[in-house]
């Protein structure tokens, strides 16, 4: 059974930054692609970001491309999404997900879709 949790959410200004942070054990972590979704209150789920198994392929939905980055540590069962300059659109519970099949590339996994599980999510606010 693979578990996914998440943290590093808060408030911050527009402009401000967080570093957040997806745990995943149980599993096949090391091989499989990871991913970071959003949703905010009345909206859709929406796609942020994907990193295959061993982080040299990433993908960004547009509107995070050049303020968020994503990253892991494979050697931590850990993912990051760091995100800089943030705006008010930005304000949303962030969920991670980890990719059902191995080895597929970070944009694959964007497209393709079909996810194993999903963290409970990490609250983030940007407000001043």
């Known amino acids: 059974q693979v578990q996914l949790v998440e943290s590093g959410g808060g408030l911050v200004q527009p402009g401000g930054s967080l570093n957040l942070s997806c745990l995943v054990s149980?599993?096949?972590?090391?091989?499989?692609?990871m991913g970071w979704f959003r949703q905010a209150p009345g909206k859709e789920r929406e796609f942020v970001a994907s990193i295959n198994w061993n982080g040299v392929s990433t993908y960004y939905a547009d509107s995070m491309k050049g303020r968020f980055t994503i990253s892991r540590d494979n050697a931590k069962n850990t993912v990051h999404l760091q995100m800089n300059n943030l705006k008010t659109e930005d304000t949303a519970v962030y969920h991670c997900?980890?990719?059902?099949?191995?080895?597929?590339?970070?944009?694959?996994?964007?497209?393709?879709?079909?996810?194993?599980?999903w963290g409970q999510g990490t609250q983030v606010t940007v407000s001043s």
């Open positions: 149980g599993g096949t972590f090391k091989t499989s692609a």
């Open positions: 997900t980890i990719d059902s099949f191995e080895y597929r590339s970070a944009p694959a996994m964007a497209i393709m879709g079909d996810y194993r599980s």
